[in-house]
């Protein structure tokens, strides 16, 4: 099973980078990891994917070793408007059974 | 573009009842899945479909009935409802090809079961 492991809560303050770390043991050769930002009452918001090395957008970069069993989401200097839950999600192996984790509830202080 | 619709946005049913979530998507896209959300918790998924005519189980499929007779739509039916169904339903289409898990969700219909 593709089961992805995350932190359960994280706080952080405002002008700090904070970095979520996913661990992604059973990710298969030629699939993408991709992260999704959540607000309460809406659905989810793709931020970054990445398949290997490092990815960068203009709100997130995605760290991925070269083993590709984890990556880490890494946003910069979080304003209170990124608290929110966010998930890692990669697909069950060789199929499009997309299987989300429990996420990373972010809370960014003042 | 409308992007992925979900109708309704809320619902009301009693214990035993049916009905139909609907779910309708304009990018042409193959894949389409359905997630339930329950308060305070992760999305789980119930069905997915990788094309018209082809459809597979998720996490929870129990309870729930789908079908894909065209690209566009992929509804998502309860039989029988109870009142652990009370969640929200968020409906996600994609394209296929490599898996890229980046997934395009609809805005939500919150489910309440009496």
């Known amino acids: 099973l593709a089961k992805t492991t995350q932190p359960i809560s994280m706080d952080s303050y405002e002008g700090q980078e904070v970095n979520i770390t996913c661990s992604h043991n059973?990710?298969?050769?030629?699939?993408?990891i991709t992260w999704y930002q959540q607000f309460p009452s809406q659905g989810p918001r793709f931020i970054i994917q990445?398949?290997?090395t490092k990815v960068t957008n203009e709100v997130a970069s995605l760290f991925i070793p070269a083993d590709r069993k984890s990556s880490t989401l890494s946003l910069p200097r979080v304003s209170l408007s990124d608290t929110a839950v966010y998930y890692c999600?990669?697909?069950?192996?060789?199929?499009?059974?997309?299987?989300f984790g429990t996420g990373t509830r972010l809370k960014v202080l003042a | 573009n409308a992007g992925v619709t979900q109708t309704p946005k809320f619902q009301v049913l009693k214990t035993g009842q049916s009905m139909t979530l609907q779910c309708a998507q304009d990018?042409?896209?193959?894949?389409m899945s359905w997630y339930r959300q329950d308060p305070g918790m992760g999305l789980r998924l119930i069905h997915y479909?990788?094309?018209?005519?082809?459809?597979d189980q998720g996490e929870v499929p129990n309870g729930y009935n789908v079908s894909r007779s065209t690209t566009e739509d992929f509804p998502l039916r309860l039989l029988s409802a109870a009142p652990s169904q009370t969640s929200v339903y968020f409906c996600?289409?994609?394209?296929?090809?490599?898996?890229?898990?980046?997934?395009?969700f609809g805005e939500g219909s919150r489910l309440t079961v009496l």
């Open positions: 990018m042409n896209h193959e894949y």
């Open positions: 990445g398949y290997k």
């Open positions: 059973n990710i298969a050769t030629n699939d993408y």
């Open positions: 996600a289409s994609s394209g296929l090809g490599q898996r890229t898990g980046e997934l395009f």
């Open positions: 999600l990669v697909a069950e192996s060789g199929t499009y059974k997309y299987i």
């Open positions: 479909s990788v094309g018209a005519g082809i459809t």
